[in-house]
């Protein structure tokens, strides 16, 4: 008799978690009964000396790692988390991701060396174009353009003021909201509650132009504290057109009335400018991977966000933590259709203005009582209200600002979204704790639609459609040993509908042909743990089954329709193992540490169902079957950070379809190559005031690319350098 698919795979992962449990418990203590004990004769025995190891010790090696079980009002507990704390690894300069996501399992990067655009995925969930199937914020915020109906990734802080970076698995979207899986937060630095005041200004020079800067000034003062940055990083880039400049400023003001109690307000502005040189066939990248197909084409971005914030405790184990944000995005593009010589110039351009107008609040209340129990409940609102508007100019290097030319498209698009969730961490008896967890969200997306590119023959648009989602999850685990913890988790998540999903501005789309939301269901059953000094660990198992992929299909020669086309499968194992040898040995005690890491994503992805005849059993695009990350960073406090990293990638696909694009000196193939990438960085404090900084990135020069798109293929930079000093008063 046959089992079901459905019924094996929870019941295999389960089986999983028993038997990590059952190793764990195979030499239980044996209890003392102290009457037989006293009717013994007293024998003295060697003194021998017992160095036990504390839970609070324990608890302080593992948050090295991994978030609090309960942290603030959030419980994370039973879901699998990592940390990376970026005062213990050399300054990231130029927000290079690979250096930056190092140590942070799973996640993807594909390259585009221009501050404009971030492109990152996970475990064949979805296209990294402008990582819209990551859910990335700072400080619990959202940094998309629009969190539901544009999903998109144009905007990110500087590194240098970032204090670390959190990756939260599978129940994210029980915690956060939309998206499949994960959740990449970045946490702002932040003063102490008396910190004096201190002045930093970090100043540093590269190849191909590189100039970054990056100033902070910061303190405390009785009740507040305030933080105060600006940054700047320019460089010409590694082809013509490829120059950008970005600028940063941040305001933090924070203001604490009693030690329960605290307000704040952050302030984030991001101004960035790049050009676009092109995509390259395959044929042009082989001959000359520095080609500029299009030199007239050009990208700007401005991100403004003011955030307002309260927490308090009101005793007896409450906690109200509440964020007003609001955020204001321009996203503008002059793009030409170019080409190599000696092809003749394009005699138009296309001008494109996006703005994003949005607002949220997100309010959470938690309640800890019994013993080591806690109690969560919150809500979240969204609104966006987000034109879109195209021209078409005769003038190639058209202004962002000049809309004198042909009006091509006129969109008004809005979003609405609300959600209630709560979530309990119970703790039983033998140490273990189950984390039941509910979320119901809403969703409302609208198009209307005024102007609409000439070519097209499809009736204005004019949709709004709506959608009420609820989500599940549950969490099991048991702590053993010293430090250790098994995990299980499952949980729902799904995916908005966004505008070009529900109405496509560039396609003879049939209107009423609005496709359901993707859903999720992800699985995970893992081991992490601090068993000795030094040593953290964390290998799991995962399964997610993403439902109702949205892709365009041809209804005839020229009309498609956006359809729920197929289903895809995730499978595979994630694991982290990171050691300081010096922790166990005297070294430590004096500040040096030597730790080396290594962490992998084996995946085994598949399309399980699909609307397109032979689709089923296909990889989906960028799924590759290993990432692998890996270094080793020498560090002595107050003194050194010396790192080097690698990450490696197997072949990917970059189409669902498998197959490759063209032919002759259009060609594209269908897989992208494996590739290997080492980076070399160093922090080196010469006193109290200055240090030196310094860094090689793609140490072996490879030349490679990892970002493939129907247009062309993105060259990946090659070796970069960089070095400059920071001070200190």
Do not use: C
């Amino acid at each position: 008799m046959s089992i079901p698919n459905h019924t094996v795979r929870p019941l295999a992962l389960a089986l999983s978690l028993a038997s990590m449990t059952a190793l764990a418990q195979q030499a239980p203590d044996t209890p003392v009964d102290p009457d037989r004990v006293a009717q013994k004769p007293a024998t003295n025995l060697p003194a021998v000396e017992v160095k036990a190891q504390s839970w609070r010790q324990t608890l302080k090696a593992k948050l090295e790692h991994m978030l609090a079980e309960v942290d603030g009002t959030m419980i994370t507990v039973t879901k699998k988390t990592t940390v990376t704390h970026l005062d213990q690894q050399p300054t990231v300069i130029g927000n290079n991701l690979d250096q930056l996501l190092a140590r942070t399992p799973g996640i993807q990067v594909s390259q585009q060396p221009t501050p404009t655009q971030f492109n990152l995925s996970y475990r064949g969930l979805g296209n990294p174009q402008e990582s819209e199937y990551v859910l990335v914020m700072q400080d619990g915020i959202p940094l998309e353009s629009d969190w539901i109906g544009f999903p998109t990734l144009y905007a990110m802080p500087l590194t240098q003021g970032l204090a670390a970076v959190e990756l939260i698995r599978g129940g994210s979207s029980l915690l956060y909201g939309p998206e499949p899986a994960p959740v990449i937060n970045f946490v702002s630095r932040r003063p102490a509650a008396d910190a004096p005041l201190s002045f930093t200004t970090e100043q540093v020079v590269g190849n191909h132009g590189l100039y970054s800067t990056y100033n902070a000034l910061e303190g405390s003062s009785g009740h507040w504290s305030y933080r105060v940055d600006a940054g700047y990083v320019g460089s010409d880039g590694t082809r013509p057109n490829a120059d950008s400049q970005m600028r940063q400023a941040d305001l933090y003001l924070a203001y604490r009335p009693t030690t329960q109690e605290q307000w704040w307000l952050d302030l984030h502005v991001i101004d960035a400018a790049s050009g676009d040189a092109g995509r390259l066939s395959y044929p042009q990248w082989q001959a000359n991977p520095q080609a500029t197909p299009t030199p007239y084409n050009r990208d700007w971005v401005d991100r403004d966000q003011l955030v307002l914030g309260h927490s308090r405790e009101f005793g007896d184990g409450w906690l109200f933590t509440g964020k007003l944000w609001f955020a204001y995005q321009d996203l503008a593009s002059r793009a030409a259709n170019g080409a190599l010589p000696p092809q003749p110039p394009p005699t138009t351009t296309t001008l494109q203005d996006e703005q994003f107008r949005t607002a949220g609040a997100d309010l959470r209340l938690r309640k800890l009582w019994g013993k080591g129990n806690a109690f969560t409940v919150g809500t979240t609102l969204f609104d966006g209200n987000d034109p879109f508007r195209q021209w078409t100019s005769t003038d190639l290097y058209v202004d962002r600002d000049d809309h004198s030319g042909t009006p091509r498209l006129v969109q008004a698009r809005s979003s609405r979204y609300a959600s209630v969730f709560a979530e309990n961490v119970f703790r039983l008896p033998h140490r273990f704790h189950i984390v039941p967890s509910v979320r119901l969200e809403h969703e409302r997306v609208a198009v209307e639609e005024t102007v609409k590119p000439p070519f097209l023959s499809r009736p204005l648009i004019n949709e709004a459609d709506a959608r009420t989602v609820p989500l599940f999850g549950l969490g099991i685990g048991n702590d053993f040993g010293h430090g250790n913890e098994t995990y299980f988790n499952v949980s729902q998540g799904w995916r908005p509908l966004r505008y070009f999903d529900m109405a496509s501005p560039f396609a003879n789309i049939v209107p009423g042909h609005a496709p359901d939301p993707s859903k999720s269901l992800s699985w995970e059953a893992g081991v992490h743990g601090v068993p000795v000094t030094g040593l953290y660990y964390d290998v799991s198992l995962f399964w997610i089954d993403f439902k109702n992929r949205i892709e365009a299909q041809h209804i005839n020669a020229t009309d498609v329709i956006e359809v729920n086309s197929g289903d895809t499968r995730s499978r595979g194992m994630e694991g982290q193992l990171n050691y300081d040898f010096f922790a166990p040995t005297a070294l430590a005690d004096h500040g040096e540490h030597l730790e080396g890491f290594l962490n992998a994503s084996l995946l085994n992805a598949r399309f399980t169902a699909s609307a397109t005849p032979g689709q089923v059993g296909k990889v989906p695009a960028y799924a590759p079957r290993y990432l692998l990350k890996a270094g080793v960073t020498w560090r002595v406090e107050q003194r050194i950070k010396l790192s080097l990293t690698a990450v490696s990638s197997a072949a990917q696909y970059w189409q669902d379809s498998n197959q490759p694009l063209g032919s002759g000196n259009t060609y594209l193939p269908a897989r992208i190559p494996a590739y290997t990438v080492l980076d070399l960085a160093s922090d080196w404090q010469l006193n109290r005031t200055v240090k030196l900084l310094a860094g090689i990135s793609n140490l072996a020069n490879r030349q490679y690319y990892d970002r493939v798109w129907q247009t062309g293929l993105e060259p990946a930079a090659g070796r970069t350098w960089y070095t400059g000093v920071k001070l200190t008063l």
